[in-house]
């Protein structure tokens, strides 16, 4: 008969893999649901993740962006090399130290990024009107727990 840690570390494990398939359907849903309408620009999802990296703190060396995202400095170059060329995001090197280079959001990048959230905040509003206000902070709190755990 199994000890009640081990039970317990088991119905642990069954939670986070359920909680991780939750996580990646939703992130999926948000992701293809309504983009054809909103894909004047085809983007990936990096990309995407880019612009609103972008959106939140600008502008941001190549650096700052790879550290942000997670990712390395190459990949974070050639992503945005590839928005450079579709115009959505422009660069600029430091008056001082011509090395390091600024990626700021052009005018086209912003409206794009601003419309795609704007679109979201929308689509999840009326999802989240039909939770009690409570639940919300609730689940808010939680999220950013979980968050600041895995920052660490």
């Given at each position: ?52 990296a972008l959106l939140e703190n600008e502008p941001c060396s ?14 974070v170059s050639r992503m945005v090399e590839r928005l450079v ?59 950013r727990e979980i968050d600041s755990q895995l920052e660490e």
């Open positions: 008969m199994p000890k009640e840690s081990e039970r317990n570390e088991r119905e642990v494990d069954e939670y986070i893999s359920q909680v991780i398939m939750v996580i990646l359907h939703i992130m999926r849903n948000l992701r293809h649901s309504g983009m054809e309408l909103l894909s004047e620009v085809e983007l990936s999802y990096p990309q995407i993740l880019l612009l609103y190549i650096s700052e962006l790879s550290q942000r995202l997670r990712i390395t400095q190459g990949v060329e579709k115009g959505i995001v422009e660069r600029t090197r430091d008056k001082e130290d011509r090395r390091v280079v600024y990626v700021s959001l052009s005018q086209k990048g912003r409206d794009h990024a601003e419309k795609m959230i704007t679109y979201h905040v929308d689509r999840l509003k009326r999802k989240f009107l039909k939770v009690k206000k409570a639940d919300r902070e609730s689940f808010l709190k939680l999220l």
